[in-house]
T-cell receptor
Framework: NAGVTQTPKFQVLKTGQSMTLQCAQD?????MSWYRQDPGMGLRLIHY???????DQGEVPNGYNVSRSTTEDFPLRLLSAAPSQTSVYFC??????????????FGSGTRLTVV | GNSVTQMEGPVTLSEEAFLTINCTYT??????LFWYVQYPGEGLQLLLK?????DKGSNKGFEATYRKETTSFHLEKGSVQVSDSAVYFC??????????FGTGTSLTVIP
C-alpha cells in the first residue's frame, strides 16, 4: 500500500546513545517533515524538507539532524539521546503541487523512550 | 503569528449524541484549514479540509465550515458512534510546509 513507512515502531535508548529513525514514502511527495508528539503539546515540527537536497529547521530542531538524499527517504538522527527526547515521532509527507495546500500523509509513528 | 486553539478535552459522549469540537485560529493571511483524526496507536489521518472562506469540508459524517468572520473551523457530527473514539486535531497551513496543529481533543463515545 502506498504511504509513509516509519521504522522502528518502538525503541528504547540509553542516555547518550545515537540512533536513526527511518522514514520512506512512495508517493513521490516533495515535502517531508518530522514531528514529535508530547502530551498536552500537540505536534511540534522538528525538521522539514521541500525536496531532495533541501532541509530546514522547524520549531524544535536541537539534538536532531536530517538529510534528504532522495525524494523517498528522510531519516531523522538523534545525535546523543536525552530523556527529554522521549516522545512519539511522526514522519509526514505531502505533495507541493496545486494551488490549494494539500494535507499531510502521516506514518504510524515511532515511540521512543530514553532512559 | 499563526496559531490554532482547540477546546480542551477529554470529551465523553453517549452513542448517537451530537458532537461539536471547537477550533479557532489566528493567521496573517488566508490559510487552508484541516481536521485530522488519530486512532489509538496510529498516526494522524486527514479527516477533512477547507481551503477558502465559507467552504465546508465533510467526510464520514463529519463536517466543518471555514468561517473567516469568526476565524473558526468547528468540527461537528450529528450522531457519533463508538468507532469515532479518537483524538481530533485542528490544523492550519498558510505557506508551504508550515502547518500549525492544535493540542488535540480526545473523544470517547460510550455505548
Amino acid at each position: 500500500n502506498a504511504g509513509v513507512t516509519q521504522t522502528p515502531k518502538f525503541q528504547v535508548l540509553k542516555t547518550g546513545q545515537s540512533m536513526t529513525l527511518q522514514c520512506a514514502q512512495d508517493m513521490n511527495h516533495e515535502y517531508m517533515s518530522w514531528y514529535r508528539q508530547d502530551p498536552g503539546m500537540g505536534l511540534r515540527l522538528i525538521h522539514y524538507s521541500v525536496g531532495a537536497g533541501i532541509t530546514d529547521q522547524g520549531e524544535v530542531p536541537n539534538g536532531y539532524n536530517v538529510s534528504r538524499s532522495t525524494t523517498e527517504d528522510f531519516p531523522l538522527r538523534l545525535l546523543s539521546a536525552a530523556p527529554s527526547q522521549t516522545s512519539v515521532y511522526f514522519c509526514a509527507s505531502r505533495t507541493g503541487q496545486g494551488v490549494a495546500i494539500s494535507g499531510y500523509t502521516f506514518g504510524s509513528g515511532t515511540r521512543l523512550t530514553v532512559v | 503569528g499563526n496559531s490554532v486553539t482547540q477546546m480542551e478535552g477529554p470529551v465523553t459522549l453517549s452513542e448517537e449524541a451530537f458532537l461539536t469540537i471547537n477550533c479557532t485560529y489566528t493567521a496573517t493571511g488566508y490559510p487552508s484549514l484541516f481536521w485530522y483524526v488519530q486512532y489509538p496507536g496510529e498516526g494522524l489521518q486527514l479527516l477533512l479540509k477547507a481551503t477558502k472562506a465559507d467552504d465546508k469540508g465533510s467526510n464520514k459524517g463529519f463536517e466543518a465550515t471555514y468561517r473567516k468572520e469568526t476565524t473558526s473551523f468547528h468540527l461537528e457530527k450529528g450522531s457519533v458512534q463508538v468507532s469515532d473514539s479518537a483524538v481530533y486535531f485542528c490544523a492550519l497551513s498558510e505557506v508551504a510546509n508550515q502547518f500549525y496543529f492544535g493540542t488535540g481533543t480526545s473523544l470517547t463515545v460510550i455505548p
